[in-house]
């Protein structure tokens, strides 16, 4: 039970270490950014439990409606609600990358609890696989997300930015559930889309270093 734990933690701890690291500015508040990932985790079990009443309930019979439409509209959605409601506001988002960093651990506590329940149903031969594709992609999710709240909160573009951090994510998201319908061809069309979806999240990781930069030499300056 202590390596399969070990080993579906593992890629999630990766990976936000990889974000936190590359904001060499300033360190952001720990305990604010473990909330972000409770937060994360814990919306797992409500959105598996709506998922699975309506499955049952024979709401959602037809699969791409049910896996690509309506999975990637409600992980996001949750994602990005909990992200406005908690830490939109909050007074320790005071720079662009923050959203970066908030996004990406309140995904990857929900991407943690998600692969440990995996791993529990289906052992730890899955964990590699895991790693690259589901845990890696909410990651990056998050990252856009958090990239588009950052615009939203330290531009006057509001409303479009909010819109742009949820509406991103959940395109991106039914794009790599989309993909995994494809039964036989899914892996020749789910490497380039992941090769794209790094460099497009990294594109946005850069931006909002730079931004960070600019906005700590104009406080600097005054």
């Known amino acids: 039970m202590f390596i399969l734990l070990t080993v579906a933690i593992a890629p999630g701890l ?6 936190y690291l590359r904001n060499d500015m300033k360190t952001e508040p720990r305990k604010t950014l473990f909330h972000s990932f409770v937060y994360g985790a814990v919306i797992t079990f409500p959105i598996l439990f709506i998922q699975y009443v309506l499955t049952e309930e024979g709401v959602l019979t037809h ?6 439409l309506f999975t990637s509209t409600l992980e996001e959605f949750f994602k990005w609600f909990l992200l406005y409601l908690a830490i939109y506001h909050h007074v320790e988002f005071d720079d662009p990358y923050d959203g970066i960093l908030y996004g990406a651990s309140i995904s990857l506590g929900f991407a943690t609890v998600e692969n440990i329940l995996y791993l529990l149903s289906y052992g730890v031969d899955t964990a590699f696989m895991r790693a690259l594709l589901p845990v890696s992609s909410h990651a990056l999710f998050g990252v856009v997300m958090g990239y588009y709240l950052g615009k939203s909160k330290f ?4 409303k479009k930015y909010l819109a742009f ?3 991103a994510p959940i395109l991106l998201h039914a794009m790599y559930n989309g993909i995994l319908m494809l039964q036989d061809t899914w892996l020749y069309v789910m490497i380039p889309f992941m ?5 497009f999240a990294l594109h946005k990781v850069k931006k909002a ?3 960070l930069v600019s906005h ?3 406080q600097n300056k005054l």
């Not at 990766?14 to 974000?19: D, E, G, Q, R, V």
């Not at 090769?195 to 460099?199: A, E, N, V």
Request: charge should be neutral; proline fraction near 3%.
């Open 195 to 199: 090769l794209f979806l790094w460099t």
């Open 165 to 167: 951090a949820l509406g």
């Open 63 to 68: 699969p791409f409606v049910q896996h690509v």
């Open 209 to 211: 270093h730079a931004h």
């Open 155 to 158: 531009t006057n573009k509001t």
């Open 14 to 19: 990766a990976l936000f270490s990889y974000f």
């Open 216 to 218: 700590l030499y104009e």
